[in-house]
């Protein structure tokens, strides 16, 4: 896949991230709105649109500078696409703006290790739920796992990109938040994998 179709099928994927996260924001029971963001993974692993968290741990599998510079571009295009439809969804619906300037404001409370800490976490269960989905083509891994990492309280960047955007807080503050989120879904999602593969038999 060429560069510049990873950026637009990564603004793709940051705008269905930002679909979920406008539900999970709109719905009285986080339970029920947790369980509903995970139409934006179900729909991004369908259409095999570019998701970064969905892609960075097979990284771990096999090492090509040719992914590394796709993965830099499709982080991009999620955050193009999770920005813009978090400006949008908040223009619409001023009561999304109000609900993701809560949520932002208690995700600043981090300092930036426990970010990393909550990326890492919300990473290794993306991992899980990417590659149960390709190995079975069964979205079960991704309606368990999305409502784990959101009920858990794990960070996931591009869903952060939008909750941000939306709440219209994009500052220092955001930008120090995000880049630790990023290293931390980047580090679980790897870590996993890699482990992952040390522990299965080699294939003869």
């Given at each position: 896949?060429?560069?510049?179709?990873?950026?637009?099928?990564?603004?793709?994927?940051?705008?269905?991230?930002?679909?979920?996260?406008?539900?999970?924001?709109s719905?009285?029971?986080?339970?029920?709105?947790?369980?509903l963001f995970?139409?934006?993974?179900?729909?991004?692993?369908?259409?095999?649109?570019?998701?970064?968290?969905?892609?960075?741990?097979?990284?771990a599998?096999?090492?090509?500078?040719?992914?590394?510079?796709?993965?830099?571009?499709?982080?991009?295009?999620?955050?193009v696409?999770?920005?813009?439809?978090?400006?949008?969804?908040?223009?619409?619906?001023?009561?999304?703006?109000?609900?993701?300037?809560?949520?932002?404001?208690?995700k600043?409370?981090?300092d930036?290790?426990?970010?990393?800490?909550?990326?890492a976490?919300?990473?290794?269960?993306?991992?899980?739920?990417?590659?149960?989905?390709?190995?079975?083509?069964?979205?079960?891994?991704?309606?368990f796992?999305?409502?784990?990492?959101?009920?858990?309280?794990?960070?996931?960047?591009?869903?952060?990109?939008?909750?941000?955007?939306a709440?219209?807080m994009?500052?220092?503050?955001?930008l120090?938040?995000?880049a630790?989120?990023?290293?931390?879904n980047a580090?679980?999602?790897?870590?996993?994998?890699?482990?992952?593969?040390?522990?299965l038999?080699k294939?003869?």
């Amino acid at each position: 896949m060429s560069l510049l179709k990873v950026f637009i099928s990564g603004i793709c994927s940051g705008a269905l991230v930002g679909i979920g996260g406008a539900v999970y924001l709109s719905c009285d029971n986080k339970y029920v709105g947790a369980v509903l963001f995970s139409v934006a993974l179900i729909s991004i692993c369908y259409l095999g649109t570019y998701l970064f968290t969905g892609k960075i741990g097979f990284l771990a599998e096999k090492f090509e500078l040719k992914t590394l510079a796709q993965l830099g571009v499709g982080l991009v295009g999620n955050f193009v696409g999770a920005t813009l439809f978090g400006l949008l969804a908040a223009y619409a619906k001023p009561q999304i703006r109000d609900a993701a300037i809560t949520s932002c404001q208690s995700k600043l409370e981090n300092d930036f290790l426990s970010a990393v800490c909550l990326g890492a976490m919300c990473g290794i269960l993306m991992y899980v739920a990417v590659k149960v989905f390709k190995e079975f083509k069964n979205p079960i891994g991704v309606i368990f796992c999305i409502p784990v990492f959101i009920l858990s309280g794990y960070e996931h960047s591009i869903a952060d990109m939008f909750y941000f955007s939306a709440a219209h807080m994009i500052n220092f503050d955001y930008l120090s938040f995000i880049a630790a989120v990023v290293i931390g879904n980047a580090i679980g999602a790897m870590a996993i994998a890699y482990l992952i593969r040390c522990s299965l038999p080699k294939k003869s």
